[in-house]
């Protein structure tokens, strides 16, 4: 990586009129923002359909695209919509994510758009070239079949063809309607970094379609899940409740299934993030019938042949290791023998530890350096919650030396990009000094997350030549 810098926003969290962010005009215009203001890199969440809690770290599948982030705009340009129907679909506010009507009334306007499609021939080419989409498509209108039921109580096991045909347009103008932003982000330095959630959900189309892949009972049912132990975050530990891996099996076949995962990812991004990074080495595995993480144990990851075959299939594509946690020695040695970069992040250097690697006179050079994740409070929000010897801790570490600490938030940005990280990434709600009513997600609890979103008004109070010049002045372009 050269040294440089990026910003982390969501595609949901886009500004526009149709009830979330999407690949429409407003994604281009954020882009001439990053351009603008000197970032090279725009940071984004999974692309994978959504669970019935908006996470995009429980979908459906690891390798379909999300339905709700399709642009309608361009679908009524094309004569799929009616001007009637895109009018129903304008949103009601413009400060979140109407998830409630998305779920209500998004997928059947796109599954009439598909009814008018004249030409399907660059829709099958399209599956011809992606069979786990197929999978997916065929996944998804038998499970409307069943009734909703998870895939081992089905009993129908032919999908409807409409069914089908409907999943299959949406996929396809969900990839081409991402390329064409990608292309334009490419044109003007922006480069794409994606997310990979290093486990799939069981209620998917991975785990119907690759059963042996996964620790399963005979009768299908998860064995042991994953999760993580009591931590920062949550006193009981995450209860995730994927289904874990069958490594050896994975093994067998030269891990053909993640290869192709990544190699999918790296079409729609010029870098990935592998999150839960550190189960590559060893994971947290909980008994399906446990009531809280705590019940479960280590047990060893595949190591360093599978990150190997990873980076293989990566090329010269940046593959970033999200190594936050509970990080032992093992875990460095894996980081330093795969030599990809790891994460640090600031809201993480000051809970104690005077030689914490969080810290910003800590990091290497081979490292993404964050002021916080999506799963982290806002950096206002986070100061806010400080005792107040940690926050002039906090003040004095980053040189501020006026009274009112509220007005720190530029020294903490330039205390960033001033560090030895090859790459610094901000989230968006950071650059406005935005609360933590801003929040994205808070790990552990189950509703009232991922619905954030800016207005274009709100983008704009940013000053892109002033941010512009902190890169240039701290090497950054």
Same mark, same amino acid.
């Given at each position: ?13 886009? *500004? ?433 997350? *991922? ?27």
């Amino acid at each position: 990586m050269k040294r440089s810098s990026g910003v982390l926003m969501h595609i949901s969290s886009l *500004w526009g009129n149709y009830g979330i962010g999407s690949f429409g005009d407003e994604a281009k215009e954020f882009i001439d923002f990053l351009a603008a203001a000197g970032y090279s890199f725009w940071q984004v969440l999974p692309f994978c359909m959504p669970d019935e809690f908006w996470s995009p770290y429980q979908s459906y599948s690891a390798f379909a695209g999300n339905p709700y982030l399709i642009d309608l705009p361009r679908l009524y340009r094309d004569g799929l919509l009616t001007d009637s129907e895109l009018k129903d679909a304008e949103q009601q506010s413009p400060y979140a994510c109407e998830f409630a009507r998305l779920e209500k009334e998004r997928l059947p306007l796109l599954f009439r758009a598909a009814e008018r499609v004249q030409n399907r021939a660059p829709i099958q080419a399209f599956l011809d070239e992606n069979p786990e989409i197929e999978k997916f498509c065929r996944y998804m209108a038998l499970r409307e079949q069943n009734g909703g039921k998870v895939w081992c109580d089905w009993t129908v096991s032919e999908p409807d063809e409409r069914l089908f045909d409907g999943w299959a347009f949406i996929q396809y103008t969900f990839f081409a309607q991402w390329e064409e932003i990608k292309r334009y982000a490419n044109d003007r330095g922006v480069q794409l970094i994606g997310d990979i959630p290093i486990y799939v959900s069981y209620n998917s189309a991975d785990v119907w379609a690759n059963r042996e892949l996964f620790e399963l009972t005979p009768d299908g049912k998860p064995k042991n899940v994953a999760g993580v132990p009591p931590d920062y975050f949550c006193a009981d530990g995450q209860l995730w409740g994927n289904p874990l891996y069958r490594w050896d099996r994975m093994k067998a076949d030269g891990y053909d299934w993640w290869v192709r995962r990544i190699r999918t990812m790296l079409r729609l991004f010029d870098g990935v993030r592998i999150d839960h990074f550190r189960a590559l080495d060893s994971y947290w595995s909980v008994p399906a019938d446990a009531e809280t993480a705590r019940e479960g144990k280590w047990v060893k990851g595949p190591g360093y042949p599978f990150v190997k075959k990873l980076k293989e299939a990566a090329g010269d594509k940046l593959l970033i290791a999200e190594d936050l946690g509970d990080i032992t020695p093992s875990v460095h040695e894996l980081m330093k023998r795969a030599a990809l970069p790891g994460m640090r992040v600031f809201q993480f250097a000051f809970l104690g530890d005077p030689a914490s690697p969080h810290l910003p006179h800590n990091y290497p050079e081979n490292c993404v350096a964050y002021t916080g994740t999506h799963d982290n409070n806002t950096l206002l929000g986070f100061m806010w919650e400080q005792k107040e010897h940690t926050r002039r801790r906090i003040l004095r570490y980053c040189r501020y030396a006026g009274d009112d600490w509220n007005r720190s938030y530029d020294s903490i940005l330039a205390t960033m990009l001033a560090s030895h990280a090859a790459l610094v990434v901000f989230p968006i709600q950071d650059l406005l000094h935005y609360g933590s009513d801003c929040r994205l997600n808070t790990p552990g609890r189950a509703t009232g997350n *991922w619905s954030w979103r800016i207005t274009k008004e709100q983008l704009l109070t940013l000053d892109s030549r002033a941010l512009r010049d902190g890169n240039q002045l701290y090497g950054r372009i």
